[in-house]
């Protein structure tokens, strides 16, 4: 089973969060704002960043599901590669935070399991 290095992946579900913060705003269609600021901070809350992160991959489906119901209708400039390659970012994304949250249970399951 291949490990994961957990401060990559925070690193790299910040930017998600910062990205979908700022979103594309192409022909009316873009992403959201997440939620919570992501703590870029060395002090920064686990939770706040974990709930940023959700509303980041959150705002990447939105964008996703925008972009093809926007090509499903035939709009002008929205393109099949473009709403391939976000949908393949929302789905990725969303893997990572479905690995983050195994890390997580399976933590609290040793934490939980440890002789008091």
């Known amino acids: 089973m291949p490990t994961i290095d957990t401060q990559r992946l925070l690193m ?3 930017s998600l ?3 979908a913060r700022r979103g594309p705003a192409i022909g009316g269609i873009g992403g959201g704002t997440a939620g919570a600021p992501a703590g870029g901070g060395v002090g920064a809350d686990f939770g706040s960043v974990l709930k940023a992160s959700l509303g980041a991959v959150d ?3 939105q964008n996703a599901a925008s972009l ?3 090509f499903e209708q035939g709009q002008p400039g929205v393109d099949i590669t473009r709403v391939m390659v976000e949908a393949q970012k929302a789905s990725l994304a ?3 935070m ?3 949250r195994n890390k997580l249970v399976s933590a609290y399951q040793e934490v939980m399991n440890m002789p008091v």
């Open 68 to 70: 093809a119901t926007a």
């Open 98 to 100: 479905t690995e983050v």
């Open 12 to 14: 790299e579900l910040r």
């Open 94 to 96: 969303f893997r990572a």
């Open 59 to 61: 705002g990447l489906q």
């Open 17 to 19: 969060a910062s990205e």
